[in-house]
């Protein structure tokens, strides 16, 4: 007896089986703009913050001895401006490398950390997570 299966019909149902991309997975641009931010603001919500202002530009490291430097970076100002957060994409995408600044009442960054360094698996939640660890390290979402 002849296989009378369609081939097109076939390909049709394979299509159907593959799983949409991981949020993690989509553009680093459309990842950072549409998903991390939303989801850190809301993050940054719940902890108390309401007034944080969120950006994601490239543009220049503003870390003295750094300023030549151009990365992507999630730029966050509150307490109108006196405490700034800076989470910098150095490879621009997620899982390259990642550092962190912070400065208040005016002063410049002054120091970058690393960000994320010991993680081999990247995504979303993790990431809103590391953030939200820093600033508590920062005793700027609770005083210890």
């Known amino acids: 007896m002849a296989d009378t299966t369609d081939p097109k019909s076939t390909a049709a149902a394979a299509k159907k089986k593959e799983k ?3 949020l993690e997975d989509k553009p680093f641009e459309e990842f950072v703009e549409s998903h991390f931010l939303p989801e850190l ?15 994601f530009v490239e543009t220049n490291i503003p ?6 430097q151009v990365c992507w970076q ?3 100002s509150w307490k109108n401006n006196q405490r700034q957060l800076i ?5 621009a995408n997620i899982t390259g490398q990642k550092a962190w600044s912070f400065a208040t009442d005016g002063s410049p ?3 970058m950390e690393s960000f994320m ?4 698996r990247i995504n979303l939640p993790l990431m809103v997570s590391y953030v939200i660890q820093r600033l508590n390290a920062q005793k700027w979402l609770v005083l210890n």
């Open 20 to 22: 949409p991309p991981k």
């Open 74 to 76: 999630v730029q966050g």
């Open 41 to 55: 603001q809301t993050a940054l919500q719940d902890n108390g913050i309401s007034d944080m202002s969120l950006k």
């Open 63 to 68: 870390v003295q001895g750094l300023e030549s």
């Open 109 to 111: 960054h002054s120091t």
């Open 117 to 120: 360094i010991d993680e081999r």
């Open 87 to 91: 989470l910098y994409f150095l490879d």
